[in-house]
C-alpha cells in the first residue's frame, strides 16, 4: 500500500489554477438541493446525492462518515464494492483524525496514490468523504463550505426524525406490553389523577368489585371502594403525596361484599412530576380465611398442650412423688438392713462357737440376699420412670475385673467350677463411665453363669472393637457350660418378671428382674446385648459398652496423715451406723465424737473451735431428717474459718448427679454405705492428704489405688537370687515379683545361695539376715570375696530382715551389703530399691561398698508405719499406731499382691501349715533355754505373721524377740501360753472364712 502524504493548499494552487466548468457544480449544488428539499430519510438522501457526486465532480468514491466516541462511523458508500476497500477505509480515518486536531479548517485532503482524497466538514455531523483522480478546482473548495452545512443539517433533521420513529415505536412496544399486563393480571388495577378521580381501570377490577369503567370514571377512589371510611382515612393522598403503600385491607364491592385485599398503590410521574397514581388489590380473601382457620387450630392445639402439659405435669409431680418414695422407702431399708450386716460383721469377729457362728452367717448372708433384692426392685423402678443415670466417673478397668473375678472365685470355688478372666491387651485401662453400673452387669451375667452351671467353666473375655478419639467401644463375652437355654425362650428372657419357666425360679431363686435391668443398663451405656445357647452345652451372653477415655493416674505421691489420734465427728441420725463406724475408726487410733443431727453438728463444731480442738474431719450421712447431709456441708462451707476441716459423704443410696453436686459443695470424699473395712481407710486417707486429689474420692478411686499396677521389668532382662529360709516368705516376695513382671531363683540359706552365684550370673540378690547354715552377712562376705579373687562385676545386695534392732543397719554395711529393706516388705519400697540398683538407675560402680559412708545408707523401715499413700500403691493398713491389732487383716495380703486371691490363699495355707510346727520349735527353745535359736524362732514368726497380716502375732512375737536380745528369757516364755492360743485362733478364722481348707 502506498504511503499516505498531506497536501497543502500551496501544493494544491496549481491544480486550482486550472480551468473549470462552473456549471458542472452548480448542477451538483442543484441536484443536492433537490434532494434535500423532498426527502426525509437520511439513507434516501446519502443514497441520490452521492450518486450524483460520483457522476457529475467525476469522483471514484464517496461517503458520509461521522465519529462516534472517536470512532468513524460510515452512514453511507458509493460504490458499494469500495466499503471494505483497505485503500481508501486508512485515508478515510487519517482525515478524520486530522480534521479532529484542527476543527477550523472546513476542508482537509491527502495524496493516496494516483488518488486526490478529500475530507469537508458536516458542522455538528462528521465529514463528507471524497476521492478523485484530479485535484479539485478553487471554486468546488471554496463553494463545499455553505454545501457542506446545508448537508449536515439534513443529515442531522433526518436522524432526529428517524431517532423520533424509533422512539414512537419503542413507546408503542411498551405500551402494548402494559395494556397486555393491564389485562390480563389477576390483581384489580385502577389509576386515578391529581384530583384523587378515577380514569381507567382494568377488567379484573370489574370483576372483583363489579364496577365498569363508565360507572367509576371521575368518580373518587376512596368511594367508590371504601365508603365507609373517613376522609382522613384516605389512602390516595399519601400516593399523591409520593409514598409508596403496601397493606392489608377491606375493600366493597358493589353489592357491599366485604372483600380482604392486599393493597399496593404508588404515584406516577412524568418527567418526575406526579401526575397521578395507581392502585393495585389482590383478593386475600381465601388466604385469610385459611389464616384464621389455622389460628383456631393452633388456639386450640394450644389448649390441647397446655391441658397435656398440665396432666404431664401432674403425672411427673406423681412420679417425683413416686421416685421421693423410693428413695426415703430405699433410705428407710438400706438403713436398717445395713445395721444388720455391720452388726453381723461385728458379731462373726468376736469368739464364737460353732452353732453360734452358723446363725450369725446364716443372718448376714440372709441380709445380704434380701439387700440385693431390694436394690434390684429399686433399680428396676428407676428404669421404668427414667430417672436412672449413669455417672460420668474416671476409673480402671482391670482392677474393677480382678476384684469382680476375686468375689465371684468364691462361688465358683463351691460348686468346683474353673473362672476364667480374659482381657485382651489392646483393651484400654483407663476409662471414663459409670464404673458400678458396669460391675451391676458384670456380676449379674457372671452370676447367672455360675448359678446354672454345674461343672466345667465360666469365662469373661473382654476386648475391643472400637477406639475412635476418646470414644472407646468394648465387647464382653460371658460363656458358661451350664444348662442352656430352650431356644423358643430366648427371645422372652430380657422380658421383666420372666425366667425361662416356673422350675428355674423354684429351683434357683430369683425375682426375673436381673436380666431386664441388666438389657437396660447395657442401653444405657451406649450398648446392647445378645445371647447364644444350646440348651443342654451352654449359653454366651455377649454385650457391648461404650465409654470415654480415662484420665491417667497421676504418678505423684499423696502424703496420708496418721490417723492415730485424729478429731473426728460423725453425724447420723441412725445409731446403729453411728456405733459400727465409731468402732472401726477407734480401732485405728482416731478419737471419734458423735452427733444424731445437722444442728448437734454445728454446736459441736464451733464448740471445738473455741476451745481450739478443732475437728480434722466430719463424716456426713446424707439421708438426715431436718437438715440433711448435703445442707449440713453447705452450712459447713460458707465459713472461711471452717475452711480446714474435710468433709465425707456417706449415703446409702447414690442417685445420678450426687457425686457432682457433693465435690461442688466441697466435700473431699463421697462414700456408698456399707464401706469395706480397707476401702474406708484409704478414702479417709486420701481424702487427709496434703493436697485435694483432682477427683472427688469415691470407693472406685480407693479400690484403684489398692490395685494400682508398679512399674513393669518384665521387658528387661533381670535375674534376681532370693535367699530366704521361710516357705511363706519366699512366696510373699516371690509374689510381688511376679506382680512387678520379675521371676527369681531361691536359694533356702547362704552355703545355697553360693552354689547358685557359681552356678548363675545374677543382676540383684535379695537376702535375708538370719538364717541357718550360713546366715546373710556370712554369705554377703563370701561373696564380696569371690568377686574381689575372681575380678567379677559387684552384685548389688539388698538386706531383707525383720531385724530393727540398733547395730544391724552398721552390721550389714560392714558386711558388703548396698541396700537395707524392713521386713513386711513394702511393695513400692520394693520397686523404688530395683529400681536404684538396676540398670534402669544404676548405682556407682566405682565406689567400693566398704568405704561408702554411713550416711548414705539408706535407715532401715520401721515395721508397718507408711509414710506415704502413692497412686501406684495405697497400703490398707488402718494406722500405723493402731490400738486394736487385729487376729488377721485381710487387706494386707491382698494389697501386696494386687487382689491376687489366689496366691492369697496359697500363702496363706503355707503359713498355716508352718505355724503349729514354729510354735512347737519356739516352745522347745525357750523351755531348753537356748537364747539365739528362741530369738531366731521369734524373728522368723515375727516376719511370716507380718507378711500375711497376722497383726497380734506379729506384735506378740516382736516383744519376745526384744526381750530375749535384752536377755530377759522368763518374760519371753510368759508371753508364749498366750501366743499359742492366738495362734491357734487365727486358724480357727481363717477356715471359718474359707481362706485356707477346713
Known amino acids: 500500500m502506498p504511503s499516505l502524504s498531506f497536501i497543502t493548499r500551496q501544493q494544491l494552487q496549481p491544480c486550482l489554477e486550472m480551468p473549470v466548468n462552473p456549471d458542472m457544480y452548480k448542477d451538483a449544488f442543484l441536484q443536492i438541493a433537490f434532494a434535500i428539499s423532498g426527502e426525509f430519510s437520511l439513507k434516501t438522501i446519502l443514497k441520490n446525492s452521492l450518486r450524483v457526486f460520483l457522476r457529475k465532480l467525476n469522483c471514484t468514491m464517496a461517503a458520509v462518515v461521522r465519529t462516534d466516541k472517536g470512532e468513524p462511523v460510515t452512514e453511507h458508500i458509493l460504490p458499494k464494492a469500495m466499503a471494505g476497500h483497505g485503500g481508501y477505509l486508512e485515508p478515510m480515518a487519517s482525515l478524520a483524525h486530522a480534521l479532529e486536531e484542527a476543527p477550523a479548517l472546513p476542508w482537509h485532503s491527502v495524496q493516496h496514490g494516483e488518488q486526490h482524497c478529500y475530507a469537508f466538514m458536516l458542522e455538528d455531523f462528521g465529514f463528507l468523504f471524497l476521492a478523485r483522480a484530479a485535484a479539485f478546482d478553487n471554486f468546488f473548495l471554496h463553494e463545499m463550505a455553505p454545501m457542506g452545512k446545508m448537508l449536515a443539517r439534513a443529515c442531522l433533521a433526518c436522524l432526529a426524525l428517524e431517532r423520533r420513529q424509533q422512539s414512537e415505536e419503542e413507546m408503542l412496544t411498551r405500551k402494548a406490553h402494559f395494556e397486555s399486563v393491564f389485562t390480563s393480571t389477576n390483581d384489580a388495577m385502577v389509576y386515578f389523577d391529581t384530583n384523587h378521580c378515577i380514569f381507567n381501570v382494568n377488567e379484573r377490577f370489574t370483576e372483583l368489585f ?122 428407710e431399708i438400706r438403713t436398717p438392713m445395713n445395721g444388720v450386716l455391720g452388726m453381723a460383721g461385728l458379731l462373726l469377729d468376736t469368739a464364737l462357737d460353732e452353732k453360734q457362728r452358723r446363725y450369725t452367717e446364716t443372718l448376714e448372708s440372709s441380709a445380704k440376699a434380701l439387700l440385693s433384692l ?92 472400637a477406639e475412635k478419639n476418646d470414644d472407646i467401644t468394648m465387647e464382653f463375652r460371658i460363656r458358661d457350660t451350664g444348662i442352656g437355654i430352650p431356644e423358643d425362650k430366648i427371645p422372652h428372657l430380657f422380658n421383666q418378671f420372666t425366667q425361662v419357666d416356673a422350675s428355674i425360679s423354684r429351683r434357683y431363686g430369683g425375682t426375673g428382674l436381673g436380666l431386664a435391668i441388666t438389657k437396660q443398663l447395657i442401653e444405657l451405656m451406649g450398648g446392647n446385648i445378645e445371647v447364644e445357647s444350646v440348651e443342654g452345652k451352654g449359653s454366651v451372653f455377649c454385650f457391648s459398652v461404650k465409654m470415654q477415655a480415662g484420665l491417667p493416674v497421676q504418678q505423684e505421691q499423696i502424703a496420708c496423715a496418721a490417723l492415730s489420734g485424729l478429731r473426728v465427728l460423725l453425724v447420723d441420725d441412725n445409731a446403729t451406723n453411728r456405733e459400727i463406724l ?144 521361710n516357705l511363706t516368705n519366699q512366696q510373699v516376695a516371690l509374689g510381688m515379683l511376679e506382680k512387678m513382671g520379675l521371676q527369681a531363683d531361691t ?63 552398721e552390721k550389714c554395711l560392714q558386711a558388703g551389703m548396698n541396700d537395707y529393706i524392713s521386713k513386711p516388705v513394702n511393695p513400692e519400697t520394693l520397686a523404688k530399691t530395683i529400681k536404684r540398683w538396676l540398670s534402669l538407675q544404676p548405682a556407682p560402680e566405682t565406689m567400693p561398698v ?149
Not at 260 to 285: C, F, N
Not at 449 to 463: C, M, N, P, R, Y
Not at 953 to 980: N, R
Open 210 to 331: 363489579g364496577y365498569t369503567l363508565e360507572e367509576v370514571s371521575g368518580k373518587n377512589i376512596n368511594t367508590v371502594v371504601d365508603p365507609l371510611k373517613q376522609e382522613h382515612e384516605y389512602g390516595s393522598p399519601r400516593i399523591l403525596g409520593g409514598e409508596t403503600i403496601e397493606m392489608e385491607a377491606v375493600r366493597y364491592a358493589r353489592d357491599g361484599r366485604a372483600i380482604e385485599v392486599m393493597l399496593k398503590g404508588g404515584p406516577v410521574r412524568i418527567h418526575g412530576i406526579i401526575q397521578g397514581g395507581y392502585a393495585t388489590y389482590s383478593d386475600i380473601s381465601e388466604r385469610k380465611r385459611n389464616e384464621r382457620m389455622l389460628l383456631e387450630s393452633n388456639f386450640l392445639l394450644e389448649k390441647s398442650i397446655e391441658r397435656a402439659n398440665h396432666l404431664a405435669e401432674e403425672a411427673k409431680m406423681a412420679s417425683i412423688a413416686k421416685s421421693e418414695f423410693l428413695a426415703n422407702m430405699s433410705h
Open 582 to 725: 465409731h468402732i472401726r475408726l477407734k480401732a485405728a487410733g482416731m478419737i471419734i465424737h458423735e452427733a444424731e443431727n445437722g444442728p448437734s453438728a454445728l454446736g459441736a463444731i464451733y464448740q471445738a473451735l473455741e476451745e481450739k480442738k478443732p475437728y480434722a474431719m466430719a463424716i456426713l450421712d446424707m439421708q438426715m431428717p431436718g437438715m440433711d447431709g448435703a445442707s449440713l456441708g453447705r452450712a459447713i462451707r460458707s465459713n472461711p474459718l471452717l475452711n480446714d476441716l474435710r468433709l465425707v459423704m456417706m449415703s446409702s443410696s447414690s442417685r445420678r448427679g450426687d457425686s457432682a453436686m457433693v465435690n461442688e459443695i466441697g466435700f473431699s470424699a463421697y462414700l456408698t454405705k456399707p464401706v469395706p473395712y480397707g476401702e474406708l481407710f484409704i478414702c479417709l486417707c486420701m481424702a487427709l492428704g496434703s493436697r485435694e486429689p483432682s477427683d472427688l474420692v469415691t470407693r472406685h478411686t480407693a479400690r484403684e489405688a489398692r490395685y494400682s499396677r508398679q512399674p513393669d521389668f518384665s521387658e528387661q532382662k533381670i535375674r534376681i537370687l532370693l535367699v530366704e529360709d
Open 850 to 998: 566398704e568405704t561408702r559412708a554411713a550416711d548414705s545408707f539408706p535407715a532401715p523401715e520401721k515395721p508397718h508405719v507408711p509414710q506415704s499413700i502413692s497412686s501406684d500403691f495405697i497400703t490398707d493398713t488402718p494406722s500405723a499406731n493402731r490400738q486394736s491389732p487385729a487376729a488377721w487383716n485381710p487387706m494386707t495380703l491382698e494389697t501386696y499382691l494386687y487382689g491376687d486371691l489366689d496366691m492369697v490363699k496359697t500363702i496363706l495355707e503355707t503359713y498355716t501349715a508352718q505355724l503349729p510346727s514354729s510354735m512347737h520349735t519356739l516352745k522347745t527353745a525357750l523351755e531348753s533355754g537356748s537364747r539365739e535359736e528362741a530369738r531366731h524362732k521369734a524373728h522368723a514368726l515375727r516376719g511370716t505373721s507380718a507378711n500375711v497380716g497376722a497383726e497380734i502375732l506379729m506384735d506378740m512375737a516382736a516383744k519376745m524377740e526384744e526381750s530375749i536380745f535384752h536377755g530377759d528369757m522368763d518374760t519371753a516364755a510368759a508371753i508364749f501360753p498366750e501366743l499359742e492360743k492366738k495362734a491357734y485362733h487365727l486358724i480357727r478364722i481363717l477356715k471359718d472364712k474359707k481362706m485356707i481348707p477346713p
Open 747 to 809: 536359694a533356702e540359706n547362704g552355703e545355697d545361695a553360693l552354689l547358685s552365684i557359681k552356678a548363675h550370673a545374677y543382676d540383684l540378690i535379695l537376702m535375708d539376715m538370719q538364717m541357718p547354715r550360713m546366715d546373710g552377712l556370712r554369705a554377703t562376705r563370701e561373696i564380696r570375696r569371690i568377686e574381689a579373687a575372681e575380678s567379677k562385676k559387684t552384685v548389688p545386695i539388698i538386706a531383707m530382715t525383720a531385724n530393727a534392732m540398733q547395730g544391724d543397719r
Open 374 to 465: 431390694i436394690n434390684d426392685i429399686l433399680d428396676f423402678s428407676k428404669i421404668e420412670s427414667g430417672h436412672l443415670e449413669l455417672e460420668a466417673l474416671n476409673f480402671s478397668l482391670r482392677p474393677l475385673l480382678d476384684d469382680l473375678a476375686a468375689m465371684m472365685a468364691f462361688k465358683a470355688d463351691e460348686k468346683g467350677l474353673e473362672l476364667i478372666l480374659f482381657i485382651e491387651e489392646n483393651v484400654p485401662d483407663r476409662l471414663n463411665g459409670d464404673p458400678g453400673r458396669l460391675r451391676q452387669v458384670l456380676t449379674n451375667l457372671v452370676g447367672n453363669a455360675i448359678k446354672f452351671t454345674h461343672e466345667g467353666e465360666v469365662l469373661i473375655h473382654v476386648s475391643l472393637l
